[in-house]
């Protein structure tokens, strides 16, 4: 069992930046690929990023390419995602997740799973 813990989450305002990180209580951090989902409100969960273990590969959905970057430092058992030009429609609660190996699946299905932060977007 991989324990994360997300914070960064809050709210702001349409056009804003924000900063989520999770850090996982995991001594062999970097044998993890780590990713984020969302789930906005009366919606599905859905993929939004992952790395690699070594951070060499990155994967984007769509809808979060230019504005989202996800970042690891594994010396801190630490991911990260860099959210800019944050738009209503990002307003949900974000996962930080984990899988057992240090490449990214296609698709991403994560082991392990924060318990969520929540994002809000005002407009």
């Known amino acids: 069992q991989v324990i994360l813990d997300e914070s960064g989450g809050g709210l702001v305002q349409d056009g804003d930046s924000l900063k989520l990180s999770c850090v996982a209580a995991e001594r062999t951090f970097s044998s993890y690929a780590m990713g984020w989902f969302r789930r906005a409100p009366g919606k599905e969960r859905e993929f939004v990023a992952a790395i690699s273990g070594g951070g060499g590969t990155i994967v984007y959905a769509d809808s979060v390419k230019g504005r989202f970057t996800i970042s690891r430092d594994n010396a801190k058992h630490a991911v990260y995602l860099q959210m800019n030009n944050l738009k209503p429609d990002d307003t949900a609660v974000y996962y930080c997740?984990?899988?057992?190996?240090?490449?990214?699946?296609?698709?991403?299905?994560?082991?392990?799973w924060g318990q969520g932060t929540q994002v809000t977007v005002s407009s």
């Open positions: 997740a984990g899988d057992w190996g240090v490449k990214v699946r296609q698709p991403f299905t994560p082991l392990y």
